[in-house]
């Protein structure tokens, strides 16, 4: 399986400022043949279900706000938000979908505000 | 609007079987795999398997073969997973999920349910 670690666990970041979620995995996720990065991005919200972000390492899924962003490639991914909003705070989790039906996700990052 | 629809919270005793469900409504059924995903009180995510409604192919991740059962009925829409004698430990919520596909090879999960809530105590 692909393990797949997230850094910090958890993070505290002021209102206004940048939050900066990492992600590794054990074996890079970059497909070859079409140059793309199989690595989504979820924000699960205390009582709700997770929520998709960024798809293919950096696509933001239609409807996320501008301020969050992914980047990385192969083995190390990064998700940014570049100017915290009290509604950002919750728990993000990576995902491989690189290895075909076995799906893997990060421990998750719990990001709160100082 | 695509929207994944789950059966209501359980209450189970050890040994005891369960069926939940997830109904999908707003796109064609039959095209996109559905998934289930697991999260124990407190912790992460963790990927159950999956099935494509169209065909009825279903793969589980190795960590629950066995231990659980995905089906689906696309004449109504709708996916199933179920156990066939629970333990304390299967006290979770589970989401079903709807992965995006293109030429029928799943991908990441674009639409999530509200969870189902299932608790197996004693």
């Known amino acids: 399986d692909i393990v797949m670690t997230q850094s910090p666990d958890s993070l505290a970041v002021s209102l206004g400022e940048r939050a900066t979620i990492n992600c590794k995995s054990s074996q890079s996720v970059l497909y070859s043949s079409n140059n793309k990065n199989y690595l989504a991005w979820y924000q699960q919200k205390p009582g709700q279900p997770p929520k998709l972000l960024i798809y293919w390492a950096s696509t933001r899924e239609s409807g996320v706000p501008d301020r969050f962003s992914g980047s990385g490639s192969g083995t190390d991914f990064t998700l940014t938000i570049s100017s915290l909003q009290a509604e950002d705070v919750a728990v993000y989790y990576c995902?491989?979908?690189?290895?075909?039906?076995?799906?893997?996700f990060g421990q998750g990052t719990k990001l709160e505000i100082k | 609007e695509v929207q994944l629809v789950q059966s209501g919270a359980e209450v189970k005793k050890p040994g005891e079987s369960l069926k939940i469900s997830c109904k999908g409504s707003?796109?064609?059924?039959?095209?996109?795999?559905i998934g289930w995903v697991r999260q124990m009180p407190g912790k992460g995510l963790e990927w159950m398997g999956i099935i494509y409604p169209g065909d009825s192919d279903t793969r589980y991740s190795p960590s629950f073969q066995g231990q659980v059962t995905i089906s689906a009925d696309k004449s109504i829409s709708t996916a199933y997973l179920q156990w066939s004698s629970l333990k304390a430990s299967d006290t979770a919520m589970y989401y079903c999920?709807?992965?995006?596909?293109?030429?029928?090879?799943?991908?990441?999960?674009?639409?999530w349910g509200q969870g189902t809530l299932v608790t197996v105590s004693s």
């Open positions: 995902q491989q979908y690189y290895s075909t039906l076995l799906y893997t």
């Open positions: 999920v709807r992965v995006v596909v293109t030429a029928s090879v799943p991908y990441y999960f674009d639409y």
């Open positions: 707003g796109y064609s059924f039959t095209s996109y795999w």
